[in-house]
């Protein structure tokens, strides 16, 4: 513990709960979403400059807007990549702070722009994990399934409630 920590005993309790906010994902999870961010970059990175070799101007702005997708994705979930961005460790740190239906949101919403702009295989198939880049982090938000016994508990409570209302309105009629 450093002399400041001992100066400020409570800004150092709350520093680690600050500097993770995983909202219960496991570490394994974390790593499974970013591997995905990062997989998913390099499809829409491919996809979106193999989509740019052509005349037609709408699969030209899916191709660009699929690089700009690559882009955005290294940036939040490998700014190792972007080592010679300066604003990359930045952009980064506030993508890690926002909530996992916030970053699911994004991510899906950046993956079906150029799905509508241009539908073809190549967008389809460029986007597809990106996309479920998002799906992994909304899944996430929804939070972990409980037990069985907490369910078993929840519906005995339920079916004794439902009990108590029938014979209550069988008693009312009597």
């Excluded at 520093?15 to 219960?24: F, L, S």
């Excluded at 604003?87 to 702070?97: I, L, Q, T």
């Excluded at 399934?145 to 519906?155: L, M, P, V």
Aim: overall charge negative.
């Amino acid at each position: 513990m450093s002399s400041q920590d001992e100066q400020f005993p409570a800004a150092a309790a709350a520093a680690p709960e600050a500097a993770g906010t995983d909202e219960g994902m496991t570490w394994w999870y974390r790593w499974l979403c970013r591997i995905a961010g990062v997989i998913g970059g390099m499809s829409c990175a491919f996809a979106g400059l193999w989509n740019c070799v052509t005349i037609n101007p709408l699969n030209i702005a899916a191709g660009v807007w699929m690089m700009l997708n690559a882009f955005i994705l290294f940036l939040c979930e490998a700014p190792f990549c972007c080592q010679f961005i300066e604003f990359a460790n930045a952009v980064s740190a506030r993508a890690d702070r926002l909530r996992a239906w916030q970053k699911a949101a994004f991510y899906c919403g950046m993956a079906v722009v150029p799905v509508m702009l241009s539908l073809t295989l190549t967008t389809l198939f460029g986007n597809a994990i990106a996309f479920a880049t998002g799906v992994l982090y909304g899944l996430s938000a929804l939070g972990k399934k409980g037990d069985a016994i907490s369910y078993a508990r929840i519906h005995q409570q339920q079916k004794q409630m439902d009990e108590e209302k029938l014979t209550g309105s069988l008693e009312g009629q009597a």
